[in-house]
T-cell receptor
């Protein structure tokens, strides 16, 4: 029973390139959450998705960032025209239902993005 | 709005000593509270959670936390530190009517021999 799978583990991009981060939730989980961890900071919520729907994107930067969770395949966090400030660890979490008090999250190991 | 404050970004203890990591929360509705541990270059692992049942919650690796509503606190303790406990610890809050966890800024625990 695989956990939340994120790939790649490490990603290096030059300024101006695009970064694509993938997240496959745990089997049976239909709720996916993306968080960003800047150096020396806690995790900040970015976006919450269910299959084919964005439920809450209140933490997403207004420009260059987008997320999707298609009917088939992993959730994708896409960052266009990356800048140095996008360098961070990006974590995906999944849950079987919305009630976090009951189910909580299961986190992936993260993708560490470095923009050079 | 909900928030979490973790007092002390770094805590150092000797092996065998008591571990106390502080967490205070703010929430206008009954909170759910979590402690997560993060080892270097890894994801977050759930240590324990409080969801309005028993106020003293026992977690993995010998950790426990007590929910104190009057103090709006959820401090994490372990009676005797091990070297393997060295990691970063995050407190987080959510509630029944929201879809996200709000994290504190973390406390890095160092354990000295």
């Amino acid at each position: 029973n695989a956990g939340v799978m994120q790939n790649p583990r490490h990603l290096v991009r030059r300024r101006g390139q695009e970064a694509r981060l993938r997240c496959s939730p745990m089997k049976g989980h239909s709720h996916v959450y993306w968080y960003r961890q800047l150096p020396e900071e806690g995790l900040k919520f970015m976006v919450y998705l269910q299959k084919e729907n964005i439920i809450d994107e209140s933490g997403m930067p207004k420009e260059r960032f987008s997320a999707e969770f298609p009917k088939e395949g992993p959730s994708i966090l896409r960052i266009q025209q990356v800048v140095r400030g996008d360098s961070a660890a990006y974590f995906c979490a999944s849950s079987p239902e919305k009630d976090l008090g009951v189910y909580g999250y299961t986190f992936g190991s993260g993708t560490r993005l470095t923009v050079v | 709005a909900q928030s979490v404050t973790q007092l002390g970004s770094h805590v150092s203890v000797s092996e065998g000593a008591l571990v106390l990591l502080r967490c205070n929360y703010s929430s206008s509705v009954p909170p759910y509270l979590f402690w997560y541990v993060q080892y270097p270059n890894q994801g977050l692992q759930l240590l324990l959670k409080y969801t309005s049942a028993a106020t003293l919650v026992k977690g993995i690796n010998g950790f426990e936390a007590e929910f104190k509503k009057s103090e709006t606190s959820f401090h994490l303790t372990k009676p005797s530190a091990h070297m393997s406990d060295a990691a970063e610890y995050f407190c987080a809050v959510t509630s029944y009517n929201t879809d996200k966890l709000i994290f504190g800024t973390g406390t890095r625990l160092q354990v000295f021999p």
